[in-house]
């Protein structure tokens, strides 16, 4: 499986992006994709992760300021981030799953940087 993201960028606080990941190759059995960050000096941190299902899973952190959502015919799943704040700076990882398998696969990762 390769995951391929993308929408990264500069914003200012206040601001939004999307996140795009898309997943390719072998990607029956893929039943969980999300997106995790880790700013610089910190330990990665979910940001938020969907079900094939549409079961969400949000951060604390970014509850009511950012919406996953995907599309199971594209296997791409999508990060709308809103009201950024420069906290939310960080390298965001696409993550996707076969979770009855074990098996994890990370995407490379996209800047966002919030600028005050």
């Known amino acids: 499986v390769q995951l391929q993201a993308s929408g990264g960028g500069l914003v200012q606080a206040g601001g939004s992006l999307r996140l795009s990941c898309a997943a390719f190759?072998?990607?029956?059995?893929?039943?969980?994709m999300g997106w995790y960050r880790q700013a610089p000096g910190k330990q990665r941190e979910l940001v938020a992760t969907?079900?094939?299902?549409?079961?969400?899973n949000y951060a604390d952190s970014v509850k009511g300021r950012v919406t996953i959502s995907g599309d199971n015919a594209k296997n791409t799943v999508y990060l709308l981030m809103n009201s950024l704040k420069p906290e939310d700076t960080a390298v965001y990882c696409c993550y996707a799953a076969k979770s009855r398998y074990k098996q994890d696969y990370w995407g490379q990762g996209t800047q966002v940087t919030v600028s005050s």
């Open positions: 969907i079900s094939s299902g549409g079961g969400t």
């Open positions: 190759g072998s990607t029956s059995g893929i039943n969980v």
